[in-house]
């Protein structure tokens, strides 16, 4: 499959922001969840690092608690591999990982996300010349 190609910040739905978050991935081909690290949280996606990867299209479950989180529960989405990254590109810094953006979250879920990721602060952007 194909990768997406990458939307530039002026089209996102909504401002991504820098987290560190532990994860739990559920892939289909395995039978226990794999830990990630989320680096990079927005109300409709996640950025994962890790060293195990799935091709983009497939679907994966991901459990995390995001921070300011209202609910004693852990947040379990499915997802879609929007891309990967091998870190070999110039610009990927050695960071292993995958974009996942969110399936099943409804509006009201979108929105809670949202009002739990308002006040952090963004990413730092990479740069390309690196």
Avoid: Q
Avoid at 6 to 31: G, N, Q, S, Y
Avoid at 99 to 113: G, K, R
């Amino acid at each position: 499959m194909r990768e997406r190609p990458r939307e530039p910040p002026e089209t996102r739905r909504a401002v991504r922001r820098a987290v560190d978050l532990d994860c739990d991935v559920i892939f289909v081909e395995k039978d226990e969840p794999v830990p990630c690290r989320a680096t990079d949280l927005s109300p409709y996606g996640v950025w994962l690092e890790t060293t195990v990867l799935a091709e983009p299209g497939e679907h994966v479950v991901i459990c995390f608690r995001p921070p300011n989180w209202p609910s004693l529960w852990n947040l379990t989405v499915f997802g879609e591999v929007a891309r990967t990254s091998k870190g070999r590109r110039k610009g990927d810094r050695g960071v292993t990982g995958m974009a996942i953006e969110f399936c099943d979250l409804t509006e009201a879920e979108h929105a809670a996300l949202g009002d739990c990721l308002r006040g952090l602060p963004p990413p730092l952007p990479r740069n390309r010349g690196e």
